[in-house]
């Protein structure tokens, strides 16, 4: 398979071209990592303006997305330690996560202090979106350019519930974990309104619905959340803006007590689902779902080519595709 020859994005891609000497289109609009550590200063100040307007005002400063992996465990430490916010952890079990990670998750809240819920939805109905999105894309393309329609709808879910609680529980910060191959600078810091979720509700819901009925729209927002525009908050990812090593993000996370799973692939350091997600996409779309995030993470320093290159190329577990298959056909 051709693949850019600076980052790591094959020719399979969506809308992918190639100039003379092999370079994507994404890599000749990189404008280069001074460019870049100029935008993540710009970002730093305006979270820590954020942060001195709309912290200490309720219960909790910050909602976390804590999945219990290496990135949201490491923003967790940063939240608590760097910023001193008062933190609520949203972690949702989607019937997947390894052994080690709720060990983990214990292990880290525990150490760092924070209250943590540990939401599971119920898996009778998860199942049935799975199903669906182990046969059918369920989503436009441009959605699961950066994800497989797996963890598009757990992500989907998750990202609403959060988006419920915060604003039920009026807090200022839903904060997320994303590496910076996830997350865009531009999109690190921006606020929830009603009309721009709304939309997006409408996308992931509708198919979600049609898969496991009306009861999944539980998981996310009614009228009555659309009506608060007040209270909706802004979403924070900082690791974005932030100094972002992984050898540095292992070991500190280490101190407080977390272990990398040994049962999940090389992209994932908690979700056994995850392997199920890129077998899939790889076969429906021809591309590795985690192709445009190692690509990112190439093109601004952050990892070896020949490193994404390698977890790009490995091939599923098959003890636990067929593990995660046979919970999924009970």
Known sequence: MK???RCVLPETFPGITFDDEGVCNYCRAFKGVTVLNESKKKYRNRFDELIKKLSKKGRYDCLMAYSGGKDSTYTLAVLKERYNLSILALT???GFISPRTIENIHN???DLGIDNIIYKPRFDLLKKIFRKAEHSMMYPMKALERASAICTSCMGIIKFLALRIAIEERIPFIVYGWSPGQAPIEASIFKNNPSMIRSMQKVLLEPMEEAAGEEIIN???TEEHFSQEERFPYNISPLAFL???EEEIIRKIGELGWEKPSDTDPNSTNCLLNTLG??????ML???PYAFELAKLVREGYMDREEAIKRLEEKENEQVLESVRSRLEK
Do not use: S
């Not at 890129?278 to 076969?283: S, T, V």
């Open 108 to 110: 880290v809240a525990e």
């Open 3 to 5: 693949r850019c020859t």
């Open 278 to 283: 890129i077998k899939i996409h790889r076969d």
């Open 219 to 221: 998981y996310f927002l």
């Open 286 to 288: 021809h591309f590795h």
């Open 92 to 94: 949702v079990d989607n």
């Open 243 to 245: 100094d972002y090593n």
